[in-house]
């Protein structure tokens, strides 16, 4: 049996005609780039947000960028974030000209540890930048909480979580600015690259729509920007696949469920850990095996085994090499959690299109492994 770790064409088929038609749309109406299907799609996101505005542009990693710059974030300040994440949530606070500073992460959520924070603030401070890993809020009351006492910005990493929701609280209501990436894997993911500020700020909203076309809100007058436009066919995708997004959460969650419940007996792993009253939405089902040295011992037992599974994220990101990019990098560490997650972590198969025997696969082979190594 062989398990993909995506399911993106068999999504396609699944709603084919509806994506279809939205892009056969787009294509007969010859408006392919700031055209009416991006302007519906970013009403169509805002509303599911709940939120004022939504700004599509080109990726998650120009959703941060765009958001920080539209704050005012830059040169000499320090923007507050997790090491264990995809890299792009540090590359975009470098690349405004400010300076990642690393916290460590929760032990079971892998969320960054609000606690761990207020240790790293200094006057050069201006944002807390938490990422809602693999699906799971980050303690968001805990952050604003802080973000009030020493007056900073919120910026939410919110590239693996649409759909997700707090312990009485909803993405967006409490920080500045909400991004989003819809490249292809993602939750929401269109067939290429995307990404989206959501905001309900009017002062971002105008800022990155801004940024995001040659500085420019009406023909030919500009200020200094870029172009990091949605284009009107990745818009006239997303549309379609929004109106799925809850029952695909739903799916990924009834998944979730099964694995949990079938690798319950495993001694040698450790299964993900759901904070009461939150909507984790499973971007990943990440293990961690509990010995040092175990991780690719399985990771090539289920890869021999025809289970496509990978880890996310092996090598964190002070641990690249070259870090640090810049003199003014710190660590407020140590980063035991962050360390141990990334020597330790494997991303089992997760997405909507799983069937019930492919599960059941993945679940055998894993508790196989755990027999003959615990
Ligand atoms: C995917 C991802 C990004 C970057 O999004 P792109 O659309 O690939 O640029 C940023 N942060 C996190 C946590 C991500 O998972």
Redesign the pocket.
């Known amino acids: 049996m062989h398990v993909d770790f995506y399911g993106h064409v068999r999504q396609y088929h699944n709603i084919k005609s509806e994506i279809d038609a939205n892009i056969q749309e787009v294509l007969e109406s010859g408006k392919y780039v700031m055209g009416p299907m991006l302007a519906r799609f970013e009403k169509e996101l805002a509303e599911y947000f709940g939120m004022k505005h939504a700004i599509g542009v080109n990726?998650?990693?120009?959703?941060?960028w765009l958001a920080f710059l539209a704050l005012g974030i830059g040169p000499g300040d320090e923007c507050i974030t997790t090491a264990n994440?995809?890299f792009?949530?540090a590359e975009a606070i470098w690349f405004t000209g400010a300076t990642a500073v690393f916290v460590d992460t929760d032990p079971r959520t892998n969320n960054i540890d609000p606690s761990k924070i207020e240790a790293a603030i200094t006057e050069k401070t201006k944002a807390i930048v938490p990422?809602h890993?693999y699906g799971q809020c980050a303690d968001m009351k805990a952050i604003r909480k802080i973000a009030d006492k020493y007056n900073l910005y919120v910026i939410e990493?919110n590239?693996?979580a649409i759909g997700a929701h707090g312990d009485g609280f909803k993405i967006g209501e409490l920080s500045d600015a909400v991004c989003t990436?819809?490249?292809i894997q993602?939750n929401l993911g269109t067939f290429g690259?995307?990404?989206a500020v959501i905001t309900n700020r009017d002062d971002v909203d105008i800022t990155v729509r801004k940024l995001r076309n040659h500085g420019s809100l009406k023909r030919s007058y500009h200020s200094p920007g870029f172009n990091s436009r949605l284009d009107d066919i990745h818009a006239g995708v997303l549309s379609a696949k929004l109106k799925h997004i809850d029952e695909w959460n739903d799916l990924r969650r009834k998944w979730a469920a099964r694995y949990t419940a079938g690798l319950q007996e495993a001694e040698s792993i450790v299964l993900p850990y759901e904070a009461p009253g939150y909507r984790h939405v499973y971007?990943l089902y990440v293990i961690e095996t509990r010995r040092l040295g175990d991780r690719d011992k399985l990771l090539s037992f289920l890869n021999e085994n025809g289970i496509d599974a990978k880890t996310h994220y092996p090598i964190a990101i002070h641990q690249q090499e070259g870090y640090p990019w810049d003199k003014s990098a710190r660590i407020v560490g140590p980063l035991t959690n962050t360390e141990r997650n990334a020597a330790n972590c494997i991303s089992l198969p997760m997405y909507p299109e799983l069937t019930e025997e492919e599960v059941g696969y993945v679940i055998e082979k894993v508790l196989e492994w755990d027999r003959a190594n615990a």
């Open positions: 990726s998650g990693t120009d959703a941060l994440t995809f792009a949530t990422v890993l990493d590239a693996q990436s819809f490249i993602k690259d995307g990404g971007h």
